[in-house]
């Protein structure tokens, strides 16, 4: 059975950081990507950033390059954000997601087939 975890999210002031988790288990190849998505109240859900779990290739939106950076550690299952530079708009529901019918990055919610039960980050003073 597939599944994933979150962990990692809190409370932060702006201009802090947190690293955020996704524990990947059931996964019986590298043949998939691990995307992070947020949402907050009333917004739709988004993609912050994806990682493919066979290549390592990466995409960022664009609002957080230079901030965020994603990585991976196959041996372990796990997939990491870590957040920089942290703004209070930013303040959501972070979720990690997988791909299995791809090996590619994609931004596209339509396109991840299991998800996490997301882990909250609130950003504010």
């Known amino acids: 059975q597939l599944q994933l975890v979150e962990s990692g999210g809190g409370l932060v002031q702006p201009g802090g950081s947190l690293r955020l988790s996704c524990a990947a288990s059931g996964f019986t190849s590298d043949y998939y990507a691990i995307g992070w998505f947020r949402q907050a109240p009333g917004v739709e859900r988004e993609g912050v950033s994806c990682i493919s779990i066979r290549d390592g290739s990466t995409w960022y939106r664009d609002t957080v390059k230079g901030r965020f950076t994603i990585s991976r550690d196959n041996a372990k299952g796990m997939v990491y954000l870590q957040m920089n530079s942290l703004k209070p708009e930013e303040t959501a529901v972070y979720f990690c997601?997988?791909?299995?019918?791809?090996?590619?990055?994609?931004?596209?919610?339509?396109?991840?087939?299991?998800w996490g039960q997301g882990t909250q980050v609130t950003v504010s003073s």
């Open positions: 997601a997988a791909d299995i019918t791809s090996d590619h990055c994609s931004h596209y919610v339509s396109e991840y087939d299991y």
